[in-house]
T-cell receptor
Framework: DTGVSQDPRHKITKRGQNVTFRCDPI?????LYWYRQTLGQGPEFLTY????????KSRLLSDRFSAERPKGSFSTLEIQRTEQGDSAMYLC??????????????FGEGSRLTVL | DAKTTQPPSMDCAEGRAANLPCNHS???????VYWYRQIHSQGPQYIIH???NNETNEMASLIITEDRKSSTLILPHATLRDTAVYYC?????????FGAGTILRVKS
């Protein structure tokens, strides 16, 4: 499978614990995005990378959230001291970065987080 | 980013055309209109996008009004597998800003 892969698909944790999600984009894609989606809502933008550089962060991304893409390939999203309000689906997407060509983001299946 | 307005839900009979409207009255001249859909428990899937002209691909057609303040996504022959949430997005810059979308239910 050459699509965007995310791991783990499901994570249940207790409030206050740290969690980390991994995203492996399509190999030749230089842009990588993180979104968060709660039940009944559309995905909300969190942050995006151009290669290893984090170019934009949403105000939704509090200090407890940190994202990295150290070698411009896979990315991790860490949530520290989780809160129940962090329960959501965390979606990763990648693109070539050539927006004028296709405008297409390729999304993974998401990582569902449940904070008890 | 310009905001979009979509009906919260629509029904369509299997085999018939599904016409999904979207209003984007504050769109500016260099903003594209994108459509994505999300089938339950999956990530969003790109459908089509356009700037001024109508567009067609293997999945759908996109009709943009001349003033660009609204658009319609057309699925020519809807099937049960087209049941999903459809998002109309106006993008400028480096990210997509999703709204709540339209839940399309295709019924047999």
């Amino acid at each position: 499978d050459t699509g965007v892969s995310q791991d783990p698909r499901h994570k249940i944790t207790k409030r206050g614990q740290n969690v980390t999600f991994r995203c492996d984009p399509i190999s030749e894609h230089n842009r990588l995005y993180w979104y968060r989606q709660t039940l009944g809502q559309g995905p909300e933008f969190l942050t995006y990378f151009q290669n290893e550089a984090q170019l934009e962060k949403s105000r939704l991304l509090s200090d407890r959230f940190s994202a990295e893409r150290p070698k411009g390939s896979f990315s991790t999203l860490e949530i520290q001291r989780t809160e129940q309000g962090d329960s959501a689906m965390y979606l990763c997407a990648s693109s070539l970065g050539l927006w004028a060509d296709t405008g297409e983001l390729f999304f993974g299946e998401g990582s569902r987080l449940t904070v008890l | 980013d310009a905001k979009t307005t979509q009906p919260p839900s629509m029904d369509c009979a299997e085999g018939r055309a599904a016409n999904l409207p979207c209003n984007h009255s504050t769109i500016s001249g260099n903003e594209y209109v994108y459509w994505y859909r999300q089938i339950h428990s999956q990530g969003p899937q790109y459908i089509i996008h356009g700037l001024k002209n109508n567009e067609t691909n293997e999945m759908a057609s996109l009709i943009i009004t001349e003033d660009r303040k609204s658009s319609t996504l057309i699925l020519p022959h809807a099937t049960l597998r087209d049941t999903a949430v459809y998002y109309c997005i106006v993008r400028y810059g480096n990210k997509l800003v999703f709204g709540a979308g339209t839940i399309l239910r295709v019924k047999s």
